[in-house]
C-alpha cells in the first residue's frame, strides 16, 4: 500500500477530509489558491501559480512530513479529531495514550527547541516549546513570552499557515494563509494573543469574552452586557444580542 493510499484509508476517509491529496486532481483546479513571495517593501510577487504549480502534477514523493494540499474543512476536522483524544464523529485515528505521549516535550532533560537547535532553524520563535512526536510543545508560557497554556501543542507552515490545540481551554486555532516566508509578519504570536484574549468568562450560567467583561461595552458589538449586584453582594452577569451600547444606569 503507497502511504497516499494509507492516507485516504486510515485518516482522510474516515474523518471526512474529501479535499486532501498529494496532487490536486484537475477538477479542483480552479479552487486552488494561488502561493506569494514577500518582497521588501511590503510588495508581493507571485510564488506559485496554481495552474502550473507542482503540486497539480503527479511527482510521485510521497512524504510522512509535508507535502500534502488541503483546505481549511478538512484540517479543522483533522485537527478536531486530535483535540478530542483521536477521534470524530465516532471514526477513531489513533489511540487517546498514544497521542498523549505524542504531544509530550521528547527533547533531551526537556529542553526546549533554541536549546538543542544548531543555528537558526526556524522563522518563528519556539522560546518555552519542545517538540513531540510531530508537534511543538509548550512547555513555559513566560519564557515564550505568548499567551497560552503549557501543553498547547501545534506547527506552522513555510507559507505562514499556522495551526495549535490547548488541552487546558479545550480549543484550536488553524490559520490558512499563503504567503513565503513565514517570517512576513508576526502573525502567529499575534493569533495566540487574540485568541487567549478573547476566551469566555462564564459567570452564573452565562458567558462573554473577557474583553466584554472587562470594558464598559461590548468590544465584539455581538453582545449586551451588564453586571448587577446580586443579593450575596455579588455580581451576575446579564446578556442580550443586539446592537453594542454603553453601560449606564439608562441602558443595563
Given at each position: 500500500?503507497?502511504l497516499d493510499e494509507?492516507?485516504?484509508?486510515?485518516?482522510?476517509?474516515?474523518?471526512?477530509?474529501v479535499?486532501?491529496?498529494?496532487?490536486?486532481?484537475?477538477d479542483?483546479?480552479?479552487r486552488?489558491?494561488?502561493?506569494y513571495?514577500?518582497q521588501?517593501?511590503?510588495?508581493?510577487?507571485?510564488?506559485?501559480?496554481?495552474?502550473?504549480?507542482?503540486?497539480?502534477?503527479?511527482?510521485g514523493?510521497?512524504?510522512?512530513g509535508?507535502?500534502?494540499?488541503?483546505?481549511?474543512?478538512?484540517?479543522?476536522?483533522?485537527?478536531?479529531?486530535?483535540?478530542?483524544?483521536?477521534?470524530?464523529?465516532?471514526?477513531?485515528i489513533?489511540g487517546?495514550?498514544?497521542?498523549?505521549f505524542?504531544?509530550m516535550?521528547?527533547?533531551p532533560?526537556?529542553?526546549?527547541?533554541?536549546g538543542?537547535?544548531?543555528?537558526?532553524?526556524?522563522?518563528?520563535?519556539?522560546?518555552?516549546?519542545?517538540?513531540?512526536?510531530?508537534?511543538?510543545?509548550?512547555?513555559?508560557?513566560?519564557?515564550?513570552?505568548?499567551?497560552?497554556?503549557?501543553g498547547?501543542?501545534?506547527?506552522?507552515?513555510?507559507?505562514?499557515?499556522?495551526?495549535?490545540?490547548?488541552?487546558?481551554?479545550?480549543l484550536?486555532?488553524?490559520?490558512?494563509t499563503q504567503?513565503?516566508?513565514s517570517?512576513?509578519?508576526?502573525?502567529?504570536?499575534?493569533l495566540?494573543?487574540?485568541?487567549?484574549?478573547?476566551?469566555?468568562i462564564?459567570?452564573?450560567g452565562?458567558?462573554?469574552?473577557?474583553?466584554?467583561?472587562?470594558?464598559?461595552t461590548?468590544?465584539?458589538?455581538?453582545?449586551?452586557?451588564a453586571?448587577?449586584?446580586?443579593?450575596?453582594?455579588?455580581?451576575?452577569?446579564?446578556?442580550?444580542?443586539?446592537?453594542c451600547?454603553?453601560?449606564?444606569?439608562?441602558?443595563?
Amino acid at each position: 500500500m503507497t502511504l497516499d493510499e494509507y492516507f485516504q484509508r486510515h485518516i482522510f476517509a474516515p474523518l471526512g477530509m474529501v479535499d486532501t491529496f498529494f496532487t490536486v486532481p484537475a477538477d479542483k483546479l480552479p479552487r486552488f489558491a494561488a502561493c506569494y513571495q514577500f518582497q521588501p517593501g511590503g510588495s508581493f510577487s507571485l510564488q506559485d501559480d496554481p495552474q502550473d504549480s507542482n503540486f497539480s502534477k503527479a511527482h510521485g514523493y510521497l512524504s510522512g512530513g509535508g507535502g500534502l494540499v488541503s483546505t481549511i474543512d478538512d484540517y479543522y476536522r483533522f485537527a478536531q479529531a486530535l483535540a478530542n483524544g483521536g477521534e470524530l464523529d465516532g471514526a477513531r485515528i489513533i489511540g487517546r495514550k498514544t497521542l498523549e505521549f505524542m504531544r509530550m516535550n521528547h527533547l533531551p532533560n526537556n529542553q526546549d527547541l533554541p536549546g538543542v537547535s544548531v543555528g537558526s532553524f526556524s522563522e518563528t520563535p519556539y522560546d518555552g516549546s519542545g517538540f513531540g512526536l510531530g508537534f511543538s510543545v509548550k512547555i513555559d508560557v513566560a519564557k515564550s513570552q505568548t499567551n497560552g497554556s503549557v501543553g498547547e501543542y501545534g506547527w506552522g507552515g513555510m507559507a505562514s499557515t499556522n495551526f495549535f490545540i490547548d488541552p487546558v481551554e479545550d480549543l484550536l486555532m488553524v490559520f490558512m494563509t499563503q504567503l513565503i516566508p513565514s517570517s512576513s509578519y508576526a502573525v502567529r504570536q499575534e493569533l495566540r494573543a487574540i485568541v487567549n484574549g478573547a476566551l469566555w468568562i462564564e459567570v452564573g450560567g452565562l458567558r462573554c469574552c473577557q474583553y466584554c467583561w472587562t470594558a464598559p461595552t461590548c468590544r465584539n458589538r455581538s453582545l449586551r452586557l451588564a453586571r448587577e449586584p446580586t443579593s450575596n453582594s455579588g455580581f451576575a452577569l446579564t446578556a442580550s444580542q443586539g446592537k453594542c451600547l454603553p453601560i449606564s444606569p439608562n441602558n443595563p
